[in-house]
């Protein structure tokens, strides 16, 4: 099926810095959503996105819709030990017989202390 | 208050085994999703429930894939004949709304099943 695509696929990193990570699609959607997966759970929704150019902050989380809404990028500052895990970026398009997320291939965080 | 519940967490199955996974989502929620994900990869979708109605099932797989939700509450994914293509983990997601701000889904833990 199809999927959006992440990158990078996984990302090492030191506590305390900077992460940036993007995700894009060849199909347009309303709205783009990025989601965290801790192991053995499922996906907890962490930003939503609404409209094209939007840029919106969640405590160190900031991410912004593209403009084409076929693209969107995730930033979070200062890292810290808990925010390991895979993070995916999905999209949403409602109307018709449309309900479904589509998920990209996700993004592994490894934040070393 | 209680999320999102699915049981088993795990299950093993020989190939040709039918196996029946339950999805409890949260009180009240009118939507209801189930996605397959594969080791390494992030969700698809499988089926959607607006209460007891099934609107989307396109991302069933194969036939031997069936889902229901009779009382509009419950759902139970049921895999017939398993394959070894179907070990994966199996999320069921809940949503309080539809239509335009159906992506606000709550997920559960997932079952991981695995056909040997």
């Known amino acids: 099926g199809q999927q959006l695509n992440q990158s990078p696929q996984s990302m090492f990193i030191q506590e305390g810095e900077d992460v940036s990570m993007n995700c894009t699609s060849s199909?347009?959607?309303?709205?783009w959503l990025w989601y965290k997966q801790d192991p053995g759970e499922g996906p907890v929704l962490l930003i939503a996105l609404y409209k094209a150019g939007e840029l919106t902050s969640n405590g160190r989380l900031t991410a912004q819709f593209g403009i084409t809404r076929k693209d969107s990028f995730l930033n979070i500052s200062a890292s810290i030990p808990s925010d390991v895990g895979i993070y995916f970026c999905?999209?949403?398009?409602?109307?018709?017989?449309?309900?479904?997320?589509?998920f990209g291939k996700g993004t592994l965080l490894t934040v070393n202390p | 208050g209680a999320g999102v519940s699915q049981s088993p967490r795990y299950k093993v199955a020989k190939r040709g085994q039918d196996v029946a996974l339950r999805c409890d989502p949260i009180?009240?929620?009118?939507?209801l999703f189930w996605y397959q994900q594969a080791l390494g990869q992030g969700p698809e979708f499988l089926t959607y429930f607006q209460n007891e109605a099934q609107l989307d099932k396109s991302g069933l797989p194969s036939d031997r894939f069936f889902a229901e939700r009779p009382e509009g509450s419950v759902s139970t994914l049921k895999i017939q004949r398993t394959q070894q293509e179907d070990s994966a983990v199996y999320l069921c997601a809940s949503s309080p709304t539809t239509g335009l701000a159906g992506y606000e889904q709550y997920f559960g833990p997932g079952t991981r099943l695995t056909v040997t």
């Open positions: 999905a999209g949403w398009n409602s109307g018709g017989s449309n309900y479904k997320l589509t």
């Open positions: 199909s347009i959607f309303n709205t």
């Open positions: 009180s009240g929620h009118v939507s």
